[in-house]
């Protein structure tokens, strides 16, 4: 697993706190942006999306938290891999989400979404995507038995 640089998270953790307290707003824009990119991912939302939001909030907000000990979030990372895998999440949609993410994040932030918090946020999403990813390749097999 790669690690981020200290200047990175830092860079994530600040840019997060002075998003977090409009948290709702922020998720109902990544939604509304990852489904207009990707209207057949809606279909995969169980659970109305307010509870998934506060969901996305929290587990953000927490993966954030812990940027500098991802090892340490790692295998809750993984077991959330397999169940958006189980769910009918595939490895290629992770690259929509990372755009909606992205776009969300600009849009909160404004000028001061610029290039190098661009790159950390990037940076910082491709190892939290890629142990999820990792944790729905361990469940692919078991799906095709069942």
């Known amino acids: 697993m790669r690690a981020l640089s200290a200047e990175q998270i830092g860079l994530v953790r600040g840019s997060?706190?002075?998003?977090?307290?409009?948290?709702?707003?922020?998720?109902?824009?990544f939604y509304g942006r990852l489904f207009s990119l990707r209207p057949d991912l809606r279909?995969?939302?169980?659970?109305?999306?307010?509870?998934?939001?506060?969901?996305?909030a929290s587990a953000?907000?927490?993966?954030?938290?812990?940027?500098?000990?991802?090892?340490?979030?790692a295998p809750a990372l993984r077991e959330l891999g397999g169940r958006?895998?189980?769910?009918?999440v595939r490895e290629e949609d992770y690259a929509?989400?990372?755009?909606?993410?992205?776009?969300?994040?600009?849009?909160?932030?404004?000028?001061?979404f610029g290039a190098e918090?661009?790159?950390a946020w990037t940076d910082a999403y491709g190892v939290i995507a890629d142990?999820?990813?990792?944790?729905?390749?361990a469940v692919a097999p078991q799906r095709r038995v069942s």
């Open 60 to 73: 953000l907000a927490a993966v954030v938290a812990s940027l500098e000990h991802i090892d340490v979030i």
């Open 43 to 56: 279909a995969l939302f169980r659970r109305p999306l307010k509870d998934q939001g506060r969901m996305l």
């Open 96 to 112: 929509d989400v990372g755009d909606a993410l992205l776009w969300t994040l600009e849009a909160a932030l404004g000028a001061a």
């Open 117 to 119: 918090l661009r790159r």
């Open 131 to 137: 142990t999820m990813k990792a944790g729905a390749a």
């Open 16 to 29: 997060f706190d002075s998003i977090a307290p409009q948290a709702a707003a922020f998720v109902d824009r």
């Open 84 to 88: 958006h895998a189980a769910y009918g």
